[in-house]
């Protein structure tokens, strides 16, 4: 069973402070990963995508993928009520172009 | 990112009916259409892939034959639940893809289904 694993939560900061998002996947054969945002009630979005090791920012947003360790990580800086959310980790398998989700992670940002 | 629209967004219906969810992909060709369920507090689960024009692909310990998935077009592919049970209850949300597909799922709003 292929798995991607993420602490549920709920994770709190305060506001402006940087949060802190990871992720771990057993398939050694994902060849990309995905991070998306939830909120309650609502279908996910995509936030970013990340497929070489190293580091991917775009605006406040920056994540990390470590596939030695099988490690994925969303950073968010500056952190905002608003971002205030479930963050889904999802990893695509090689073989058969599918994409597994981790369970989410509650991220509260208090004002 | 794409467009995807899913209709309805709520529905409630009683056990034993029978229940369709549209999905469009409204700014491109959808050649591949993808459905989840999330149950609360749960991560979501896709039940079956569906390519335009050709039968779906159902998930392990998903019933074919309890949720039927029609993508006919390149723009619409339905689910049908049929004979709903209580324990149907879930939100339903479809994922649309072009040929360009990489991974990256754009989501319809989802339909949250209640079973009376």
């Known amino acids: 069973q292929k798995e991607v694993e993420q602490n549920s939560g709920p994770l709190s900061v305060p506001e402006g402070a940087i949060a802190s998002l990871n992720c771990t996947y057993s398939d050694r054969g994902s060849q990309s990963f995905f991070w998306y945002r939830q909120y309650s009630g609502k279908s996910p979005e995509l936030i970013m995508f990340?497929?070489?090791?190293g580091d991917k920012e775009d605006g406040r947003f920056t994540a990390q993928l470590n596939k030695a360790s099988q490690y994925v990580s969303l950073l968010i800086r500056d952190s905002q009520p608003s971002d205030s959310a479930t963050y889904l980790c999802?990893?695509?398998?090689?073989?058969?172009?599918?994409?597994?989700f981790g369970t989410g992670t509650k991220l509260q940002v208090i004002p | 990112g794409a467009v995807v629209s899913q209709h309805p967004s709520r529905v409630i219906c009683k056990s034993g009916t029978s229940v369709k969810i549209e999905c469009r992909s409204l700014?491109?060709?959808?050649?591949?259409m993808f459905w989840y369920r999330q149950f609360p507090k749960q991560s979501l689960m896709l039940m079956a892939t569906?390519?335009?024009?050709?039968?779906?692909?159902?998930e392990q310990g998903v019933e074919k034959d309890k949720f039927l998935i029609n993508h006919a077009s390149l723009t619409l592919s339905t689910l049908t639940v049929t004979s709903a049970h209580p324990e149907d209850s879930s939100f339903y949300i479809c994922?649309?893809?072009?040929?360009?597909?990489?991974?990256?799922?754009?989501f319809g709003e989802g339909s949250r289904l209640t079973v009376l």
């Open positions: 994922s649309a893809a072009g040929l360009a597909y990489t991974g990256e799922l754009f």
């Open positions: 700014d491109f060709q959808a050649t591949t």
């Open positions: 999802a990893a695509l398998s090689g073989g058969y172009q599918k994409v597994t």
């Open positions: 569906s390519n335009e024009g050709s039968k779906a692909t159902y």
């Open positions: 990340i497929y070489s090791n």
